[in-house]
């Protein structure tokens, strides 16, 4: 999954499956506090990413690498919504939210709709950020008014 030149300096992430990707310290320290503070402040060599699945932990990292986020699946938005916000991502957390305020803008079906529900709660419960349901709320009251 990445490749590595032989002088760059590696960690460890190690996975709830008990499997273990070797990454670029650069790639996880350059936009992460929490890795920043794990990988250089603690001098750690690894770390365990045992509360999400393995292909959100590898479409994480990846992103990490890339640092482009599209073509974002809904099932796959809670739990990287979930790591940016664990690991410090602003620039990752901004985007999911981005993503999700454009579902917000386009969704037509029950399905959609009931995603954005229980996603914007959940970042209300769980993440203890009000700003997501304020959105949904702004785009509901702007779409009553339209259709009046």
């Not at 250089?40 to 990292?61: C, M």
């Not at 305020?101 to 203890?128: G, H, P």
Request: proline share 1%.
């Amino acid at each position: 999954m990445f490749m590595n030149d032989e002088e760059e300096e590696t960690v460890l992430i190690k996975l709830k499956t008990g499997e273990h990707i070797v990454v670029p310290k650069q790639c996880l320290i350059a936009d992460s506090a929490k890795f920043r503070e794990l990988f250089v402040t603690l001098n750690f060599d690894e770390h365990e990413i045992d509360d999400f699945s393995p292909e959100a932990v590898e479409v994480f990292l990846t992103l990490l690498k890339t640092k482009v986020l599209d073509n974002l699946e809904m099932n796959m938005f809670r739990e990287l919504h979930k790591l940016a916000v664990v690991f410090e991502v602003e620039w990752l957390t901004d985007s999911c939210q981005a993503w999700l305020k454009q579902i917000m803008n386009t969704a037509s079906t029950n399905e959609e709709k009931t995603f954005l529900f229980e996603e914007c709660w959940y970042i209300v419960d769980r993440l203890k950020n009000e700003h997501m349901m304020d959105e949904l709320r702004s785009i509901r009251s702007h779409t009553r008014t339209i259709s009046h």
